[in-house]
C-alpha cells in the first residue's frame, strides 16, 4: 500500500472557506467509509477532527466539514480563523486492519 | 481524561532494537471497543502506521514492517509497548502512540511523541 496523497499546502484568508483533498485508490479511501482527518499544531499531539467521512467528534467547530467523492476525500475549513493555522493529515482504512495516512497539507491562514 | 504518555531511549544504536512504552491513564486497554498502537513521523515526513493490539491479543502490523515489529501488552500496569529490531537511521522519527477505534478505524486519543534517534 501506498501512502495517501496530499497537496504539502494550502491557504486562505481570514473568514474563507478552503479545501484540503486526500487521494487514495479503490483499495483504501474509495472501498471504505473510514476516511479520517487530523489537524497538527507545531509540537503537538495529533487531535481528532473528522472520522468516518463526514463526523466531528464532539468539540469540534462546525466550520470543519469532510466528503468524499470516488477516491478522494476532502476536509472544508469554512470561516477560517486563525487558529486553524496547522497541519492537516488525512487516513483511510485500506482493509486487513491497516491503516494508511496522508503526507500532510500545512494550512496557512493568510 | 484519556492520557497517554510514551517512554524510552531518545537514542538508538543501528542495529539495535527501539524499545518504548505508552502508559495510559483514564481509561483501560482492557476495553473491548479499541485498539492501541503506534504510528511514527519521520523528520519532515509524514505520519507512517506501525500497528495495532487488541486486548484479546490480536496483532496487526504494517506490511512493511512486520518482519521487525512487536507490539505487547501489559494489562496489569496499563501499559503497552514497541519494539523494533535491527533499526537504521531511516527509523529516526517521532513515535506516538494512540488509541483506535476498532470500527470506524480513527484515532481518538493520542500521546505527545517521543523522538528516537538512530545513531552510533
Known amino acids: 500500500q501506498s501512502a495517501l496523497t496530499q497537496s504539502p499546502s494550502a491557504s486562505g484568508s481570514p473568514g474563507q472557506s478552503v479545501t484540503i483533498s486526500c487521494t487514495g485508490t479503490?483499495?483504501?479511501?474509495?472501498?471504505?467509509?473510514?476516511v479520517s482527518w487530523y489537524q497538527q499544531h507545531p509540537g503537538k499531539a495529533p487531535k481528532l477532527m473528522i472520522f468516518?467521512?463526514?463526523k466531528r467528534p464532539s468539540g469540534v467547530p462546525d466550520r470543519f466539514s469532510g466528503s468524499k467523492s470516488g477516491n478522494t476525500a476532502s476536509l472544508t475549513v469554512s470561516g477560517l480563523q486563525a487558529e486553524d493555522e496547522a497541519v492537516y493529515f488525512c487516513s483511510s482504512y485500506a482493509g486487513s486492519n491497516i491503516l494508511l495516512f496522508g503526507g500532510g497539507t500545512k494550512l496557512t491562514v493568510l | 481524561q484519556l492520557q497517554l504518555q510514551e517512554s524510552g531511549p531518545g537514542l538508538v544504536k543501528p542495529s539495535e532494537t527501539l524499545s518504548l512504552t505508552c502508559t495510559v491513564s483514564g481509561d483501560s486497554i482492557s476495553s473491548l471497543s479499541y485498539l492501541w498502537g503506534w504510528i511514527r513521523q519521520p523528520p519532515g515526513k509524514g505520519m507512517e502506521w506501525i500497528g495495532s493490539?487488541?486486548?484479546?491479543?490480536?496483532?496487526y502490523y504494517s506490511p512493511s514492517l512486520q518482519s521487525r515489529v512487536t507490539i505487547s501488552m501489559d494489562t496489569s500496569s496499563n501499559q503497552f509497548s514497541l519494539k523494533l529490531n535491527s533499526v537504521t537511521a531511516a527509523d529516526t522519527a517521532i513515535y506516538y502512540c494512540?488509541?483506535?477505534?476498532?470500527?470506524?478505524?480513527?484515532?481518538?486519543?493520542w500521546g505527545q511523541g517521543t523522538l528516537v534517534i538512530v545513531s552510533s
Open positions: 493490539m487488541s486486548y484479546s491479543g490480536n496483532t
Open positions: 494512540a488509541r483506535r477505534k476498532y470500527y470506524g478505524d480513527y484515532l481518538d486519543s
Open positions: 479503490s483499495s483504501d479511501v474509495g472501498g471504505y467509509n473510514y
Open positions: 468516518e467521512v463526514s
